[in-house]
């Protein structure tokens, strides 16, 4: 018999189906390193799969059975194969970025098998300018997001010469490399309305002890003047039953460009980023005439620094906790919607400074139960949205990664759209850069790619509307 599943890594299994496969992933650009040949794609694609002894964490696959009380347990797979779990895949001709994220949403798409252990690596080559790519998925019941790419990014260095560098399903990358210190509370975006479904419906006698901010906090929500907390969104296209299929769209855009904004402004990068999306999605929906009257929420989580500074950051920290965003769709002019955004985030990291980690998970029950317990109790389309999308900025690597040296030239999240939650967009930073990676349902919201050219047209608009 196998070790029990967690209950949040149960609940992930539990309201997974073919239209919300629960899993994360990734994609990652390589330039080869310099003398590679023609083959290079190959040798890349084998040395992953060569290994001589898998990492346990990969071996693991969901059982349930009358001997387990028809519990989920995790049990090692003694069928194990690992030319499932490695491919090897050409993109079709010309080989663009727009073929290649179009392999990766389709990839996306399909649901992992629990026959055999929740993972999948897919080397790709066939990109016209020479580099490779590596599209990873992981199911958020073995690990979270965060996690995820921490996995990925344990197997790159900074140095461009270091070679025999193992892939993360080695069981040598566990042994060899230091681990981080775990954070307590640290969690990532995906498992938080989980964690608030359950703290929703067993809230201790701390959480009574809610201070005056979020009183006020909760009166806001309840008034849609929204911040921390959100108690109604509009209806949009976003906001109703999803397919399988999936589209994917990703850009870079230069974290400078971003920084000055936000320093002509007075904001910060992540207020920036939100202003980029609330000017993208406003766009998109006065294309599809789909515009709601009033502004769309975001659901955006927020890392917070340790107790003793009592500071909302979102750099990442010993808890995490969530604001609800009102992104000011209903504003014409981006300037406006940047002050809005910048006052809702203030508002939002205020409130949380003066909560424990335990009534950040309490008020984070109170607003986004309702949008995990809607498709867990088949409800989508009956509870009105708490919030009508997810915005997440997450940190990586600040100096230039290589893998056996391949330089890392771009990197991009793909997260889990769920029934009543049609499109993610998450973040994350990378030398110098910040990369998008926006997921959706393919039917749910036509024509996905359309909203990096949104996104590019509001930084200008931004820009423009900064004096930079």
């Known amino acids: 018999m196998g070790s029990l599943i967690d209950p949040t890594g149960t609940a992930f299994l539990l309201v997974e189906n073919r239209s919300m496969p629960m899993h994360v992933g990734g994609l990652q650009l390589f330039e080869k390193p310099a ?23 990969f071996l693991k696959r969901p059982h349930r059975s009358l001997s387990t009380a028809a519990q989920l347990t995790w049990v090692e797979d003694e069928q194990f194969d690992i030319d499932h779990h490695i491919r090897h895949s050409a993109l079709p001709q010309p080989g663009r970025i727009r073929e290649l994220l179009d392999l990766s949403g389709r990839l996306h798409g399909t649901r992992l098998a629990w026959e055999r252990p929740l993972w999948e690596a897919h080397v790709i080559e066939g990109l016209r300018d020479g580099r490779v790519a590596l599209y990873t998925k992981v199911h958020h019941a073995l690990v979270d997001g965060i996690s995820a790419m921490r996995l990925v990014q344990s197997t790159l260095s900074p140095d461009p010469d270091l070679r025999e560098m ?37 809230i201790t006698a701390e959480a009574a002890g809610m201070p005056g901010a979020l009183i006020k906090t909760i009166t806001k929500g309840v008034r849609n003047e929204t911040s921390a907390l959100s108690l109604y969104a509009p209806r949009t296209i976003f906001n109703q039953k999803i397919t399988g299929s999936r589209r994917f769209a990703a850009q ?7 920084h000055a904004i936000g320093k002509a402004t007075g904001t910060t990068i992540n207020d920036v980023v939100l202003a980029m999306c609330g000017g993208a999605v406003r766009r998109y929906l006065l294309e599809v005439d789909a515009l709601p009257e009033t502004s769309l929420v975001a659901m955006v989580p927020i890392g917070l620094k340790a107790k003793e500074s009592h500071i909302a950051s979102t750099e990442g920290g010993n808890a995490v906790g969530s604001v609800m965003c009102q992104l000011g769709t209903d504003l014409e002019d981006p300037a406006d919607r940047l002050t809005v955004i910048h006052a809702a985030m203030q508002d939002g990291k205020e409130a949380l400074s003066t909560m424990t980690p335990l009534q950040i998970m309490a008020m984070s029950a109170l607003g986004q139960a309702p949008a995990i317990a809607a498709p867990m109790l088949r409800m989508s389309g009956l509870v009105r949205p708490p919030y009508n999308l997810i915005i997440s ?35 994350i930073s990378y030398d110098g850069n910040l990369g998008f990676g926006l997921i959706g349902c393919r039917r749910t919201v036509p024509h996905l790619q359309r909203l990096l050219t949104h996104l590019d047209d509001e930084v200008t608009a931004l820009e423009k509307a900064a004096g930079v």
Do not use: F
């Not at 870079?252 to 971003?258: A, C, G, K, M, S």
């Not at 997450?394 to 040296?405: E, I, K, L, M, S």
């Open 166 to 202: 193992p892939p993360p399903w080695d069981a040598r990358t566990r042994r060899d490399r230091p681990r981080p210190p775990k954070q307590d509370a640290e969690t990532s975006l995906t498992e938080i309305p989980t964690q608030a479904l359950r703290s929703a419906l067993g």
């Open 35 to 57: 003398g590679a040949g023609r083959g290079y794609g190959r040798e890349m694609y084998e040395s992953m799969r060569d290994v001589d002894e898998i990492a346990p964490l």
């Open 252 to 258: 870079d855009w230069p974290i400078e460009r971003l």
């Open 393 to 427: 900025n997450v940190p990586g690597p600040r100096a230039t990664q290589y893998w056996n040296g391949a330089k890392l030239v771009g990197h991009y999240p793909l997260s889990i759209p769920i029934n009543g939650m049609a499109l993610n967009i998450t973040c």
